[in-house]
């Protein structure tokens, strides 16, 4: 049997005016509406936009959403209305059961005050009676690994320290049916980040929770399913499978390119791909054989690597070029080959491939490239891939049949 | 199902309707707000009392430091023969004294409302806490310096030899008067005030004006235009009453002090409507 929805946003649209004046003006117009009685107006007025359009949603006990999209996308006027800090301009918002946010960590902390003087205020702030903080006090100071400071005033505390402090106070001292999460995992140490993942997954089955985070490894741990918003708008279906959110959510970001200086230049194409994205990104399944085919110009002497990067920024995998078991020199002129990168054992995400070109004499940086290509890989299995690996030249380029009889002779073989 | 304290879950719904179009359902809220919001009231009041006073070195001192100041400056210039006052029928200094700490318990309660809100505005645009909690916090604050004010009050004036008689019953009455005409005013100013900064830079403007137009620091002249600004000045009747009940007095404007409460208690009224009504559309403009 389905859960109870807790959560039901019916129409939701709340607009936002660009200009600072205006904005002050538009605010004394909706306060004598308010006072005549009148509801909140449909259309915009000028240098208005709609911050967050249309938006219809459900949340039952049990389920966590992932609110995804970049800065601006309409995410946290969405939380504050479901919180009921403003009021939507069109639609309708029913919250069923207790609310608790952990949106303001530490909201009413006086820096003067001390830590433990400072949870009764913030408890009570949250909405808790003096009674049932006394009862569990002790409790919040040891899950916050503090207890040797909290005594001391909040104003020494580190910022972690701080969050640390209003994590375990609002994480502790809620029993919410429903949950708003804002990007406050995404503070702290690791140890104090996965105790309160641990504790928040403990209550999760009992509330129905809306998570905001651009941390997609978390989002797609946490949540049961995903909604990416983009201008205000939910540019996803309802049900649609997590990783095809996060791969929308990729796709929108602009990726990192840089260019090469004088002295090398590198393009790539891959050959092994299934097609490409609307984005223009290479779609490959996991474990499929990642085949490039390179044109390389050098100006000396050069070794070149290859290098895959998650969403354009971290590096994941380092390749060697080498030739029958030798690291290949490329010299000075105009080279093409074709590269074997071996199975793409990687993560359902987007990746970057990279490229950078040093001097073989001295092994000096002559040019770095991210956003060679981008990938997007579909996989039903998590694993763990190798840092550092070999990736050797196909003999016999530039010959017709030189990949067919590469690729027959893979079909039943081991992977290098 | 139910919520864990098994009774059914408390149902809330978000609409652009006008909360004014169910005013019953309005007032309802309003009462159960302010209940809810005495615990956080008390812990924001004790918090900032504390706070304040615990990063200084003279403490409660400062509750009364600044009239006493403006006092000893009054006093020095009248004797000095710098401003020519009128007979106040009581020692000048007790005169300007209770003058001072009674419109300083005014302008404070004035500009509460203001400043609990700006203070706490990370707070307010990303939580949802009962609104009336700050006010509430507000006014414990005033009230605690005006304890401290009234405990310095009573042994100055008997240091100069007046004698307050049983009307000194009613003085704590002529102190709640002014927080109460303070504080209305001020929660009207807040809807505007936290819009535009101009608000904020007027009052001070305006209640420097205003005390020099009630009898704060001389007497109420018996005729002319000042007498008759004097007169109109609802404020007088505030400080008179307030001052005539320390020291040993009847009111002099008893009706009036009457008066001028009764319009305070309904423009608190109103302001605290007003106050709730705006709430939702300032957090929007206030961003976070």
């Known amino acids: 049997m389905e859960k109870e929805v807790l959560i039901r946003v019916e129409g939701v649209s709340k607009k936002y005016c660009t200009d600072l004046r205006r904005s002050l003006r538009y605010g004394m117009q909706d306060m004598f509406g308010e006072l005549r009685g009148k509801p909140r107006g449909h259309e915009l007025r000028a240098q208005e936009f709609w911050a967050v359009k249309d938006i219809d949603l459900e949340v039952r006990r049990g389920e966590c959403l992932g609110l995804i999209g970049h800065n601006g996308a309409g995410k946290t006027t969405l939380l504050r209305m479901l919180n009921g800090l403003v009021k939507p301009d069109t639609g309708r918002i029913e919250i069923r059961g207790r609310v608790g946010a952990l949106i303001a960590l530490g909201a009413g902390f006086n820096p003067i005050l001390t830590g433990r003087e400072n949870i009764y205020v913030n408890a009570s702030v949250l909405g808790l009676r003096k009674a049932d903080v006394a009862a569990r006090i002790e409790e919040v100071i040891d899950f916050s690994e503090i207890r040797d400071f909290i005594d001391t005033p909040v104003r020494n505390y580190s910022s972690g320290m701080t969050v640390r402090l209003g994590f375990s106070v609002a994480a502790l001292m809620l029993e919410p049916d429903i949950l708003f999460l804002d990007e406050v995992l995404a503070v702290g140490d690791m140890a104090f980040t996965l105790k309160c993942l641990n504790l928040m997954r403990s209550i999760m089955d009992r509330t129905a929770c809306v998570f905001v985070s651009h941390n997609m490894p978390l989002v797609s741990s946490f949540c049961t399913h995903a909604r990416m918003m983009h201008k205000g708008q939910f540019i996803t279906a309802p049900d649609e499978p997590m990783a095809d959110v996060m791969n929308r959510y990729v796709a929108l970001a602009p990726t990192l390119r840089s260019h090469f200086g004088d002295g090398a230049e590198v393009s790539a194409q891959l050959l092994s791909s299934r097609g490409r994205t609307v984005d223009g990104a290479e779609t490959i399944h996991q474990g499929d054989e990642m085949i490039l085919e390179v044109e390389c110009t050098v100006s000396e002497p050069a070794t070149i690597f290859f290098v895959i990067k998650t969403q354009g920024t971290v590096p994941l995998v380092h390749y060697v070029v080498e030739e029958q078991g030798q690291e290949k020199v490329f010299a000075a002129g105009q080279h093409t080959f074709t590269l074997n990168l071996g199975r793409a054992d990687l993560n359902s995400s987007n990746y970057g491939l990279g490229v950078t070109v040093r001097r073989a004499s001295d092994h000096a940086v002559m040019g770095k490239r991210d956003g060679l290509l981008d990938l997007v890989v579909k996989a039903d299995l998590v694993t763990w891939s190798h840092m550092v690996r070999r990736a050797s030249i196909i003999p016999g380029h530039g010959t017709p049949d030189a990949l067919p009889q590469f690729l027959a002779t893979r079909q039943g073989g081991e992977p290098a | ?288």
Do not use: C
């Open chain 2, 1 to 288: 199902m139910s919520s864990a304290q098994g009774l059914p879950p408390r149902v809330v719904v978000y609409t652009p309707q006008a909360m004014l179009r169910a005013p019953g359902a309005m007032f309802r809220e309003m009462l159960a707000d302010l209940r809810r919001s005495r615990e956080l009231a008390w812990r924001l009041a004790v918090r900032d009392i504390s706070a304040q006073y615990r990063a200084s070195v003279l403490g409660y001192l400062w509750a009364f430091i600044t009239p006493l100041v403006t006092t000893l400056m009054w006093v020095f210039m009248s004797t000095a023969g710098v401003v020519k006052v009128s007979d106040t029928g009581m020692p000048y200094a007790v005169f300007v004294f209770t003058g001072t700490m009674l419109w300083q318990i005014f302008t404070e309660s004035i500009t509460m409302p203001q400043a609990q809100v700006t203070s706490s505005q990370s707070m307010v645009v990303k939580l949802n806490f009962p609104r009336e909690a700050l006010i509430l916090a507000g006014m414990l604050k005033v009230l605690f310096g005006v304890l401290v004010k009234a405990a310095v009050l009573v042994p100055v004036v008997l240091f100069f030899g007046v004698l307050p008689d049983v009307h000194l019953l009613l003085f704590p009455l002529a102190l709640l008067a002014l927080v109460l005409v303070g504080t209305s005013i001020g929660l009207l100013l807040v809807p505007v005030g936290t819009l535009y900064s101009d608000v904020g830079r007027f009052v001070p403007m305006a209640t420097q004006f205003l005390m020099y137009v009630t009898p704060v620091v001389y007497a109420m002249p018996k005729s002319g235009l000042l007498a008759t600004f004097f007169q109109a000045n609802p404020l007088s009747a505030l400080i008179l009453t307030g001052r005539a009940w320390l020291t040993g007095s009847a009111s002099p404007m008893l009706i009036e002090f009457l008066l001028v409460v009764a319009v305070a208690a309904v423009l608190l009224l109103l302001g605290w409507v007003l106050y709730r009504l705006s709430m939702s559309v300032l957090i929007e403009r206030m961003g976070s």
